[in-house]
């Protein structure tokens, strides 16, 4: 019995000793720069929030965190990255539908990491709504005009998205789907160049998370026909939703949050759930990210894993339902 005791007291102490050190190290955290990886372009949804979430973080953990902005095949390289990083906490990722259930989804063949079991969520920070916005020239004033156009011209709209397997590419393509109607998608190399397309009339239809276009459509660049939620939004009164006008049952929405490696020490976790949270409840970062046209809160790891599992479901259902090739 002794000999069992004192081996129990000899592996007891070796734990002890081992969890020490990360003990140290996660308290010190962090002593260097943060690389914080946006799977998108500058100026996409993702990246206008990340860039407002980054500033406060930075401040509270006394350490910059450094955006960088990995893109292409539909935000699944950038996960890619983050997947394979050292799980230390100075690698984190601002993962949004598209990297985590669209993505992997559109690309099973080249995809390197598992949405699931390489990564462990830290916490949401913004919920999106998509809007559907017009080039302010086109005759469209409604959801039913532009139905009713595309019906009678199959195949002369030109509607631009961010590129495939993007949000605003699968919303696009989903509304389509659901309205019977015929237009050309054309994919762009990113957020930017898919609104600046929209604005100067190259396309005249976009479907689009709001954090990247409430600035245009505030300034009269573009013009807000519906909003993709279940209920209209706050942030543009009087703006209705699709479903209620002229599709009924669409709806289309998105999330940002923080992910980091799996593997990452569980006090590093806990730190960083700390900071996002803090950074959520600023109130000069609420404001600026409903200024964008976000809805801020925040989240358990549970809860956001939990997300995860069931949009992979949905957006799954979506992408098989429009006909969008994988590969």
């Known amino acids: ?18 969890a020490a050190p990360a003990a140290d190290s996660a308290n010190a955290y962090p002593t260097r720069p943060i690389r914080f990886v946006v799977s998108q372009t500058p100026g996409s949804s993702i990246d206008a929030m990340t860039r407002i979430v980054a500033t406060k973080m930075s401040e509270l953990l006394g350490k910059q965190l450094v955006v960088d902005n990995r893109t292409g095949a539909g935000g699944t390289i950038g996960g890619a990255i983050v997947a394979h990083a050292e799980p230390d906490g100075y690698t984190l990722f601002s993962a949004a539908t598209a990297s985590q259930v669209i993505g992997p989804q559109l690309y099973k063949k080249f995809v390197t990491y598992d949405p699931f079991r390489d990564f462990a969520p830290v916490s949401l920070f913004a919920m999106t709504q998509n809007i559907l916005v017009v080039n302010p020239k086109t005759p469209f004033k409604s959801v039913r005009d532009l139905i009713a156009y595309a019906k009678a011209n199959p195949g002369k709209l030109n509607w631009s998205n961010a ?3 993007f949000q605003s590419h699968l919303a696009g393509v989903l509304f389509t789907h659901m309205a019977k109607i015929e237009v050309l998608h054309v994919p ?7 609104l600046a397309a929209a604005i100067s009339g190259e396309s005249q239809v976009t479907l ?11 300034a009269g660049r573009l013009r807000a026909l519906a909003m993709g939620g279940e209920t209209p939004s706050p942030l543009l009164p009087g703006i209705p939703t699709i479903s209620e006008s002229g599709v009924p049952g669409y709806t289309f929405r998105g999330w940002a949050g923080v992910i980091v490696p799996a593997k990452t020490p569980n006090a590093i976790e806990a730190k960083l759930l700390k900071t ?6 600023d109130p000069r970062t609420r404001k600026a990210l409903e200024k964008l046209g976000a809805d801020p809160l925040t989240s358990t790891p549970a809860e956001f894993a939990a997300l995860i599992k069931s949009d992979w479901k949905y957006f799954g259902d979506a992408i098989r339902v429009s ?3 994988t590969n």
């Open 1 to 18: 019995m002794q000999r069992i005791l004192n081996a129990a007291l000899v592996l007891g102490l070796t734990a002890l000793a081992q």
């Open 163 to 165: 590129g495939t397997g």
């Open 188 to 194: 762009y190399k990113g957020a930017g160049a898919s």
């Open 208 to 218: 689009v998370p709001a954090p990247s276009v409430m600035g245009h459509v505030r």
């Open 276 to 281: 996002v949270h803090q950074t959520v409840n």
């Open 323 to 325: 006909g969008i090739k």
